[in-house]
């Protein structure tokens, strides 16, 4: 009897310490993620772990995981094992529901047409939007009389595998009304917007002119003395914008004088919609610019611009800037964003 009870008192000794090195010991799950499908069993996916060389065998795990009360807590998705993890730290990320994120960029300043681009090449995002209309998918979203442009806020979403784009787009919309709200609830005095989706219009343009971060808030302060004033804008993005496919990557003088509703050298006031997605610091700058004279600016060439309070300031900085010190160009140079004509 006492050889049996020794014999019986050794196995559970051996059994509680293999089941423990078992338990602990560090794997190499791989590179390769491990997906739990809706309905999986724990004992299916032990065996597909077992199969697929992380476990030594699967009952053990089972048996760990059913003692601790966690065999029915898997959840679904898609995940990916750390080096050296063990077979416990396994069960607690799966029960956790600690699946693979993977990063889509939407980037400031970026149309709505570079936006759905973006998303139709991320991988393992479940496409639903592709043939739609912006306007079908901005039904999609529950905003069918809403124009896309502008609407969608530029950032790193991360999703998980199955995950569609138009969760992604739902995601960006509310971050972008968010932000909006948040910069025009603080927003400075007297500013020639009245509407936030008149701010949203201002912040793209600002935006798309900006070289230097530093000189987002000049810039939207040079627009904003121009709309007091009745001035036309005169910027080149909101051309360009209008020209769509036809714009070639070259600005000509035929393009400014063809008139669109987004050609403010042609149009008094703001366009009609926004021309690109801002960014936080294009909406802050847009409902807080800075207080200037200026009422003209110009690039150097660099990126930074030359502010000016007069014409003829601006017109001596075109000279120097754009046309090299050649004023007989002048007359064929086409008016930036501030010159009037």
Do not use: C
């Not at 724990?42 to 089972?62: D, I, P």
């Not at 936006?115 to 998918?137: S, V």
């Not at 926004?274 to 800075?290: D, F, Q, T, V, Y």
């Amino acid at each position: 009897m006492k050889r049996l009870v020794h014999a019986i008192g050794a196995a559970l000794v051996l059994t509680a310490g293999y089941l423990g090195w078992y338990w602990f010991h560090a794997l190499e799950p791989g590179s390769e993620t491990f997906v739990v499908k809706p309905g999986m069993s724990l004992k299916a996916f032990a065996r597909e772990l077992n199969r697929r060389g992380v476990l030594h065998e699967s009952q053990s795990f089972v048996l760990l995981a059913n003692l601790l009360g966690k065999g029915r807590e898997l959840k679904t998705g898609e995940y990916l094992f750390d080096a050296g993890i063990s077979a416990r730290g396994i069960l607690a990320q799966v029960v956790a529901g600690r699946v693979v994120r993977y990063p889509v960029v939407l980037v400031e300043g970026w149309t709505f047409r570079q936006f759905l681009q973006a998303l139709a090449r991320a991988e393992k995002l479940t496409q639903t939007l592709a043939g739609q209309t912006p306007g079908q998918i901005m039904a999609a979203l529950g905003h069918p009389d809403e124009h896309p442009e502008g609407r969608f806020f530029p950032d790193t979403y991360h999703f998980t595998a199955g995950d569609t784009d138009r969760m992604v787009l739902a995601r960006a919309y509310q971050r972008m009304q968010d932000r909006l709200e948040q910069e025009w609830n603080a927003r400075a005095p007297d500013l020639p917007v009245p509407t936030p989706y008149e701010a949203l219009i201002l912040a793209s343009i600002v935006e798309k002119e900006t070289g230097k971060p530093e000189e987002r808030s000049l810039i939207a302060g040079v627009f904003v003395n121009r709309l007091h004033r009745g001035m036309r804008l005169q910027t080149d993005p909101t051309v360009i914008y209008g020209l769509g496919e036809r714009f070639d990557g070259n600005l000509r003088r035929r393009d400014l004088e063809r008139d669109t509703p987004y050609n403010t050298y042609k149009r008094t006031g703001l366009p009609p919609t926004p021309i690109a997605m801002p960014g936080a610091a294009a909406l802050r700058a847009a409902l807080h610019p800075a207080e200037t004279r200026a009422l003209y600016f110009v690039s150097r060439g660099d990126g930074s611009h030359v502010f000016s309070e007069t014409l003829s300031e601006h017109n001596a900085a075109v000279i120097k800037y754009q046309l090299h010190g050649r004023p007989r160009d002048f007359s064929s140079y086409p008016a930036r964003a501030g010159a009037e004509r």
